[in-house]
T-cell receptor
């Protein structure tokens, strides 16, 4: 398996532009997580999907952020409009069915977002 | 709120020495997990300890869990320069919540 795939790896955009980050979880995993990492705030959980359904979006900072998971193999995190304070590394992670035990998360390589 | 908070924030040791990192969490958990992050990369799972376990070993790693104190420790024995990384703990119910990590530097 290729692991969790994220694209793009790097994104530089100007304030006000729409940004879409993409994630392909590991095949067979039914939980997907979006995280944001900055020096100031560390690693923050933004949203958690289980079986394609958003379960907990309490970490989404504001309405400019939205996330979708249209099917088991694809998720997007969208920021519209983007602001300089959104600059961070965004990670996607997936894990397997809870029924198989207490599950580790597998992280993608991250997308480094810079908003100018 | 952060479910896992690591201590110390930074740790610098010589190769061959042992490294101990601590983690505290706030609410009850099903398990606690430790992850490692090399600079510029995603987190990699190291070890998981369940709430009914007190100690677990994996290679040079030893993890303890004290649910009464809501704390855990990660011991890396005989450290190597390649162990240089940030280490995160996360308390888990249905989701993991991480702290800000401990930056471990192992000097050759």
């Amino acid at each position: 398996d290729a692991g969790v795939i994220q694209s793009p790896r790097h994104e530089v955009t100007e304030m006000g532009q729409e940004v879409t980050l993409r994630c392909k979880p590991i095949s067979g995993h039914n939980s997907l997580f979006w995280y944001r990492q900055t020096m100031m705030r560390g690693l923050e959980l933004l949203i958690y999907f289980n079986n394609n359904v958003p379960i907990d979006d309490s970490g989404m900072p504001e309405d400019r952020f939205s996330a979708k998971m249209p099917n088991a193999s694809f998720s997007t995190l969208k920021i519209q409009p983007s602001e300089p304070r959104d600059s961070a590394v965004y990670f996607c992670a997936s894990s397997g069915p809870v029924g198989r035990g207490y599950n580790e998360q597998f992280f993608g390589p991250g997308t480094r977002l810079t908003v100018l | 709120s952060q479910q896992g908070e690591e201590d110390p924030q930074a740790l610098s040791i010589q190769e061959g020495e042992n490294a101990t990192m601590n983690c505290s969490y706030k609410t009850s958990i099903n398990n606690l997990q430790w992850y490692r992050q090399n600079s510029g990369r995603g987190l990699v799972h190291l070890i998981l300890i369940r709430s009914n376990e007190r100690e677990k070993h994996s290679g040079r790693l030893r993890v303890t869990l004290d649910t009464s104190k809501k704390s855990s420790s990660l011991l890396i024995t005989a450290s190597r320069a390649a162990d240089t990384a940030s280490y995160f703990c996360g308390g888990s119910n249905y989701k993991l919540t991480f702290g800000k990590g401990t930056l471990l530097t192992v000097n050759p």
